[in-house]
């Protein structure tokens, strides 16, 4: 065993019906523990990142800490749809508010797992994971070529990194890294709430560059507009990390999470997007952040979570 902690599959339980054979298989039937001490077959490999430490810095409501096992439990009753291995690789937890080393500690996971060939997908936390999750990746690729970042979130979270970090400075974070060691900054937030974000945000994402689409352009209706402009940023990139901050649902479909939209965006319109993001061949990471499973209602929200890894999965 490496010095990572020991992977706990006692979660990965659910439904059986073997009248059915094969084909009535679940995801707590095939999820197998990462293992730590050698190589196995290129795959998924979930991450979860158990904190909220950067959501109680931002003056969020915390509870985004136990996202991770939430989610696991809705995701081992799902039915198993997948042709490629999953694997669980744990937790990596922020228990003692240390949020620079934590972070640490999902890079070099992250990154453990792209250099054996796997699809890394985090489970957070609070949207303080995006540069954990990032730093992970720019470790693995350490300069070989332009990686995008496409966010689906209500809020850019390009807060200026004052004193400390939070859920709100991860993309301004990378930004000064990218400036640092001359990489560019490529980023893109789609469903951005104008009610949610202050002038000086929107000043800075356009300062920084960032394609950003509002949540009331982001309709059914408006498909085929997004689409495009989705293919215009893949064709700049050779990598792509994709990020899903939850809140960027509707309150209807998505309570569970600090700040619930007022608006949001259509499961409709975010899953054709994430089909074209997948199917660009170029997506090499992706995380959910911001669920919280004390302000739910009856799974809802895990349920929605679920389902979202069943698509970025496929």
């Not at 992250?110 to 609070?126: I, Q």
């Not at 982001?218 to 901050?245: K, N, Q, W």
């Amino acid at each position: 065993m490496d010095k990572f902690n020991p992977v706990d599959m006692s979660v990965w339980q659910g439904r059986q019906d073997p009248e059915d054979g094969e084909l009535a298989l679940r995801w707590h039937d095939k999820v197998q523990p990462w293992p730590q001490a050698g190589r196995a077959a290129p795959g998924v490999a979930l991450v979860g990142f158990a904190c909220d430490e950067g959501v109680c810095r931002n003056k969020g409501r915390v509870g985004a800490a136990g996202a991770p096992l939430a989610v696991r439990k809705l995701l081992a009753n799902s039915a198993w749809h997948l042709s490629r291995p999953v694997y669980d690789s744990g937790d990596v937890n922020c228990e003692d508010g240390d949020l620079d080393a934590a972070h640490g500690r999902l890079a070099e996971r992250v990154a453990s797992l792209l250099d054996e060939g796997h699809f890394p997908l985090v489970l957070g936390g609070g949207h303080e994971v995006a540069f954990g999750s990032w730093s992970g990746l720019n470790l693995h690729l350490a300069g070989r070529g332009r990686v995008g970042i496409i966010n689906f979130d209500a809020h850019f979270d390009l807060r200026m990194k004052l004193e400390q970090a939070s859920s709100g400075t991860p993309f301004f974070q990378i930004a000064e890294q990218c400036a640092a060691q001359g990489t560019p900054f490529t980023y893109a937030c789609l469903g951005v709430a104008e009610t949610a974000n202050t002038r000086a945000l929107f000043a800075r994402a356009e300062a920084l560059g960032v394609w950003h689409e509002l949540d009331e352009a982001m309709t059914p209706a408006e498909l085929p507009v997004l689409l495009s402009g989705l293919d215009a940023f893949i064709a700049r990139c050779d990598h792509l990390y994709l990020t899903i901050d939850l809140d960027v649902l509707p309150a209807a479909v998505m309570p569970g999470v600090s700040a619930p939209a007022a608006r949001g965006v259509e499961l409709a319109v975010i899953e054709p997007l994430i089909a074209h993001i997948r199917a660009s061949g170029k997506l090499r990471l992706a995380d959910l952040a911001e669920y919280n499973p004390s302000l739910d209602q009856d799974n809802r929200s895990a349920r929605v979570a679920a389902r979202l890894v069943h698509q970025l999965t496929k």
